[in-house]
């Protein structure tokens, strides 16, 4: 049971990118998947998540500071979720992680299952 995320990178302040959370072992649809960043000394902090295909339609949640910019998706086929990151700002540098977990919204006190993190860096 895996989750490899990826997709980070360099961006300007005002750019988009797109992370992909990737399962192997497992179907990620029928769990919640959550993404978390950790920046430098900070605690990890959620950031969104979508909830498994048992609810009818998709539970999403969003932290409140990328309302309006981040989009979490799910593509079945390819058995990988998506955070979609549009109007990056400085203070969203981190490391971002994708974890899945039973409940909704994801918690960190119950994910089961992390991937590695990617490095998102929005800088000019």
């Known amino acids: 049971v895996q989750l490899q995320a990826s997709g980070g990178g360099l961006v300007q302040p005002g750019g988009s990118l797109r992370l992909s959370c990737a399962a192997s072992?497992?179907?990620?649809?029928?769990?919640?998947i959550g993404w978390f960043r950790q920046a430098p000394g900070k605690e990890r902090e959620g950031v969104s998540g979508?909830?498994?295909?048992?609810?009818?339609?998709?539970?999403?949640y969003y932290a409140d500071s990328v309302k309006g910019r981040f989009t979490v998706s799910r593509d079945g086929a390819k058995n990988t979720v998506y955070l979609q990151m549009n109007y990056l700002k400085p203070e969203d540098t981190a490391v971002y992680y994708c974890?899945?977990?039973?409940?909704?919204?994801?918690?960190?006190?119950?994910?089961?299952?992390w991937g590695q993190g990617t490095l998102v860096t929005v800088s000019s």
């Open positions: 072992g497992f179907t990620l649809e029928h769990y919640t």
């Open positions: 979508i909830s498994g295909i048992s609810s009818d339609p998709d539970n999403t």
């Open positions: 974890a899945a977990d039973r409940g909704f919204p994801p918690t960190i006190g119950t994910i089961f299952t």
